[in-house]
């Protein structure tokens, strides 16, 4: 795999600390370089009211048709709770072996669940959860081996069990 770019487009209020933290977590996993981008959207374009959630299909596609010359792959970063029609809600999704993936914020803290404020642990989840998406650009499927970021996610517990890195067999497939 040659050198990649990588932007990362944020559509709506981060913490800097966040982006720049993930920003590095993306570096160092897959060795490329990095950009950190504010996008602007109407979102309320894509929100469907009886279900109070977001539509990820119609997100990527319009981050999708963003133009980022400058970039090999983008991610879209929000903070909104997204869904695709066949689930309650995902964390995040990407066209595989493509360009483009969109990752949300929403669910990652543990406020959402009833639990105590935990910065640091949103952040962990959040640069697996990137870096995963961007894994499927690459032409990543889920992989089966428990420590790998490339392992499925339905619930936060999942992605908490699995580290921040690929596996080995995943990063041979990647050639980095």
């Known amino acids: 795999m040659n050198l990649q770019t990588i932007t990362l487009v944020s559509f709506g209020f ?3 600390d966040i982006l720049e933290k993930t920003a590095v977590a993306v570096i160092e996993e ?18 469907d009211a009886p279900r109070r959630q977001y539509d990820a299909n119609a997100l990527l596609k ?9 970039s090999d792959k983008n991610l879209g970063i929000f ?31 543990n406020e ?29 499927i889920h992989c089966q081996s428990p420590m790998c970021v490339m392992r499925s996610s339905t ?4 992605i908490d069990q699995k580290s ?3 596996c080995r067999d995943c990063k041979s497939k990647l050639d980095i």
């Open 112 to 140: 959402r669940y009833g639990m105590v404020h935990d910065e640091l642990l949103m952040l962990e989840r959040f640069k697996k959860e990137v870096i995963h998406e961007l894994g499927h650009t690459f032409g990543l």
């Open 79 to 109: 903070n909104v709770d997204l869904f695709i029609p066949i689930l309650t809600f995902i964390f995040g999704q990407a066209f595989l072996g493509g360009q483009t993936g969109i990752a949300s914020l929403y669910r990652l803290s």
């Open 30 to 47: 897959y060795h490329c370089s990095v950009i950190i981008k504010d996008g602007h959207l109407d979102l309320s374009e894509y929100y």
């Open 155 to 158: 619930y936060v517990e999942d």
């Open 14 to 16: 981060f913490e800097k």
């Open 164 to 166: 921040v890195h690929l």
């Open 62 to 70: 319009q981050v999708h048709s963003m133009s980022f010359p400058e």
